[in-house]
């Protein structure tokens, strides 16, 4: 007999009122695998500041500084380069030339915002405005990519990487003139979250969208299990002795808040409110986006969506692409009320 903990999120979800659909639920089903990363630190650190205007003079730099987190030290590589490496690390070249472009000017932007921001690096790697792991973007040199892909997949793959690069050379999302913070992530489970559920700080591009088309996302749907007794023995590991037993879960764990996007915000665990990040991480959960089945003395915890769910979500742009969608359309798709600009 199964028992459903945390079930009303479900519902939740599609009882919301969304104001601004602009593209129809669809589902399919295939399978790509990929690791399409989720930033999920860097709204934590930014502060109320005022960005700067873009200026006339916003150009590309040719080279840049990149803190390399495989060797610990800082390259000074050509921009372009970098992009290039950036989009074949965040997104497996099998997906649409239009989800590649909609990465690369993303990866572009954000490369722009860290380098405005932090000109004389950060507090995780002070040389540089930006590092080569996911709490930056995903970057990996040719070789690495070579040596981790089939023989042969640069030949075949790489002008499909260059071209979706070169294609949109300059190009930068903006929003009221400023460069934005463009957030993206792996899958988002239907729809994206606001800034603030996720981060402390509301910001007005990134607000919570439909995404519809995430069927070929090998991440929408996952699973962990674990027997009762282990679940109790790590919640009670972190937040102390608590009156739950595997013959009173149902009655001790509730849903507290549940975000716009259908993350979970808190739980109420024996009266205690512990959020859905903690448990995400508690218990290495692909989202937020989570519930509980207990099947006597197992739990499987089933989750939607893979990453923050805030900004674009890569699955989503890749399937709004194969619907016909172009870069443009993607980009001001997930974020809302945005400008593509030429820096020159
Ligand atoms: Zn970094």
Redesign the pocket.
């Known amino acids: 007999m199964l028992k459903r903990l945390i079930f009303a999120f479900v519902v939740f979800t599609m009882l919301l009122t969304i104001p601004n659909i602009s593209l129809n639920l669809f589902e399919k089903k295939l399978g790509l695998t990929s690791e399409a990363s989720g930033k999920e630190n860097t709204l934590k650190n930014a502060d109320a500041k005022p960005e700067e205007k873009v200026a006339r003079d916003t150009y590309e730099p040719e080279l840049i500084k990149v ?1 390399n987190t495989k060797t610990n030290e800082v390259m000074v590589i050509d921009f372009e380069e970098y992009l290039k490496g950036v989009v074949a690390s965040e997104m497996p070249v099998e997906f649409d030339i239009e989800a590649l472009k909609a990465q690369a000017v993303a990866a572009r932007t954000y490369l722009l915002y860290r380098l405005k921001k932090y000109p004389d690096g950060q507090a ?2 002070p040389k540089a405005a ?2 080569t ?1 996911v ?2 973007q995903a970057w990996n040199s040719k070789d690495d990519l070579i040596a981790s892909h089939y023989q042969g997949w640069y030949d075949e793959n790489w002008d499909k990487i260059e071209s979706a690069v070169e294609s949109t050379r300059g190009q930068i999302l903006t929003y009221e003139g400023k460069i934005i913070e463009p957030l993206y992530h792996s899958t988002s489970g239907g729809r994206t979250e606001n800034s603030e559920d996720v981060f402390s700080l509301a910001v007005p591009y990134l607000r919570s969208v439909e995404s519809p088309y995430e069927g070929d996302s090998p991440k929408l749907n996952g699973s962990v299990k674990i027997s009762t007794s282990e679940f109790i023995e790590k919640i009670e590991s972190v937040y102390g002795d608590m009156d739950i037993r595997e013959d009173n879960l149902e009655e001790k764990i509730l849903l507290g808040e549940v975000s716009e996007g259908g993350r979970i915000k808190t739980i109420i665990i024996d009266d205690k409110e512990i959020s859905g990040r903690e448990i995400r991480s508690l218990f290495n959960l692909n989202s937020t986006n989570f519930s509980f089945i207990q099947n006597g003395n197992e739990i499987e915890i089933l989750t939607t969506g893979y990453g923050h769910g805030v900004g674009m979500s890569q699955w989503g742009a890749d399937g709004m692409a194969k619907e016909g969608y172009n870069y443009q359309e993607i980009l001001k798709h997930y974020y809302t009320g945005v400008e593509i600009v030429n820096m020159k």
């Open positions: 803190f995780e790697h930006v590092c792991g709490h930056c």
